[in-house]
């Protein structure tokens, strides 16, 4: 066998290797962004995003070291996912976050944000990690 014919071999066994190692990786999140949360009221809203739908992933909103002004802490907030459209915004649905990740499924290509609705304990909320993945 030549060595141009070897090479030619052992690039494709290469080739195929890395092609399994790539098929085997988990699916991620088209789009993802992580921001801050500083003295919000209810009715503040996230940053507006572009979700368009490549992949079936959940939309989820992450909250990590959460805390309010009240003297009872941080226990949950109200939060309400929209569909930013012309008109009057489309809701996704509400869901409670305390302080951890909360879900909306897999939705249809749009653009997308978050409100705070409700508020358990306190007038401000101050969340140190806000993300969101979808």
Excluded: H
């Excluded at 066994?13 to 003295?39: D, H, K, R």
């Excluded at 869901?95 to 944000?113: I, P």
């Amino acid at each position: 066998m030549s060595l141009m014919n070897r090479k030619t071999i052992r690039g494709a066994l290469v080739g195929a290797a890395l092609l399994g190692l790539v098929g085997t990786m988990p699916a991620y999140a088209e789009g993802s962004w992580s921001s801050n949360i500083g003295g919000w009221q209810v009715g503040g809203e996230s940053r507006r995003w572009d979700d368009r739908n490549s992949d079936a992933v959940s939309t989820l909103v992450g909250f990590g070291g959460c805390s309010t002004d009240s003297g009872s802490g941080f226990s949950s907030a109200s939060l309400t996912l929209y569909k930013d459209v012309f008109g009057p915004d489309e809701s996704q649905g509400a869901r409670t976050n305390t302080c951890n990740y909360v879900s909306w499924g897999d939705k249809a290509a749009a653009k997308y944000y978050f409100r705070l609705t409700g508020l358990k304990f306190g007038q401000y909320l101050t969340v140190q990690d806000v993300s969101a993945q979808y």
